[in-house]
């Protein structure tokens, strides 16, 4: 089983693989769905081996040496690493990939005897390009196959090719399910078909979000105090006792005089 926690591949600027986790056993095909080409063919080179993780736990069969992960995967068409270059006959690119098993296991592996029984006459003389998004995946998967030590097939973008899944959908589903010899697929895409209804995961899933701070209360504005009415004073006010003042009879001079006279 291929066992995946916390998966993350630093970049220059930031993730070139966010956080991913994921499992699958052998005899499963997985889906794993991820947005943009860099991050699709990170994942599938760091499932093979091929690619070491800054930070995370990839395990095969609870195996974490990244050389026993590389020796029992296979890493198939992934695009800028190891799809078949267009100029390359389809019988050519049999003979290159067939040189490059162990040897151990190579015997008398040839490229016509190889197309043969594999029945791949019909298109030994195409070129690449000139292959059809089945046919191709067909090609491909059978050459990571022909190492008997392959229990992992990772696919990068199989989707790339053909916007109908059924062209490379149950080739997988076939590859993962066969008896003889079960596999674990892991097939990584732009996204999910609507018609897939099995094991799937998606890049990134793993990232943690820090909480969003909660937002302080709004104060309530204040109520208006209430108007106050003024009071009667007890005391005159000053300028009330000044007109007070001057409303009592004054003695005017003349009058005191007259008084005196008389007197």
Do not use: C
């Amino acid at each position: 089983m291929l066992s995946v926690q916390q998966l993350q591949i630093n970049g220059r600027r930031g993730d070139l693989l966010p956080a991913t986790s994921l499992t699958v056993s052998r005899g499963e095909l997985l889906l794993v769905a991820g947005e943009g080409q860099d991050q699709r063919t990170a994942l599938a080179l760091a499932l093979s081996g091929r690619m070491k993780p800054s930070n995370g736990v990839l395990s095969w069969d609870n195996n974490t040496k990244t050389k026993k992960i590389r020796l029992a995967s296979a890493l198939v068409d992934s695009p800028g690493v190891n799809e078949p270059e267009q100029h390359l006959s389809v019988r050519d690119l049999v003979t290159e990939d067939l040189s490059l098993i162990p040897r151990r296991y190579r015997g008398a592996l040839l490229s016509k005897p190889w197309l043969k029984v594999n029945s791949f006459e019909d298109i030994a003389d195409l070129w690449i390009e000139q292959l059809p998004a089945g046919r191709r995946l067909e090609l491909l998967s059978a050459l990571a196959l022909a190492d008997p030590a392959t229990d992992l097939l990772v696919v990068d973008s199989p989707d790339r090719h053909s916007a109908d899944p059924s062209t490379w959908l149950p080739r997988l589903q076939a590859l993962a399910s066969d008896a003889g010899r079960p596999l674990a697929v892991v097939a990584v895409v732009g996204a999910l078909p609507d018609i897939w209804t099995g094991a799937a995961a998606v890049i990134g899933n793993s990232v943690s979000h820090p909480p969003e701070p909660e937002s302080e209360p709004t104060p309530s504005a204040p109520e208006p105090a209430a108007a106050v009415e003024p009071q009667p004073s007890a005391e005159p006010q000053p300028h009330a006792k000044h007109a007070a003042e001057a409303a009592e009879p004054l003695d005017e001079p003349e009058t005191q005089n007259l008084q005196r006279t008389a007197k």
